[in-house]
């Protein structure tokens, strides 16, 4: 059973960085692909990364590529999301989600791939 729990949110001014975490309780975590997503206010929710199963492949939307990244550690059931150069627009609520079966080895970007989410942690930045 997949139990994941979000970690690292919080009120940061525009210009800093923030490191969520994600971590499942579970033994197979190693079997997932994982994403972040996130819902700003009166916005649908969106996906920001993803990785897959080992790490090896990695996708980022557009808007945080070059100041996101997202990384994971099979070891500790974690996954990360270095968040750096943060800007308002970056203010959401964020969720991890975790992808298994055809999905694991890819780095899916729509919310209806993935099986299971968090409960999501707020990040907010101030101009």
């Known amino acids: 059973q997949v139990q994941l729990v979000e970690s690292g949110g919080g009120l940061v001014q525009a210009g800093g960085s923030l490191r969520l975490s994600c971590a499942d309780s579970?033994?197979?975590?190693?079997?997932?692909?994982m994403g972040w997503f996130r819902r700003a206010p009166g916005k649908e929710r969106e996906v920001v990364a993803s990785?897959?199963?080992?790490?090896?492949?990695?996708y980022y939307a557009d808007s945080v590529k070059g100041r996101f990244t997202i990384s994971r550690d099979n070891a500790k059931n974690t996954v990360y999301l270095q968040m750096n150069r943060l800007n308002v627009e970056d203010t959401a609520v964020y969720y991890c989600?975790?992808?298994?079966?055809?999905?694991?080895?890819?780095?899916?970007?729509?919310?209806?791939?993935?099986?299971?989410w968090g409960q999501g942690t707020q990040v907010t930045v101030s101009g």
């Open positions: 579970g033994r197979t975590f190693r079997n997932y692909a």
């Open positions: 990785i897959s199963w080992n790490g090896g492949r990695t």
């Open positions: 989600a975790a992808a298994w079966g055809t999905f694991m080895s890819g780095t899916p970007d729509r919310a209806a791939d993935y099986g299971s």
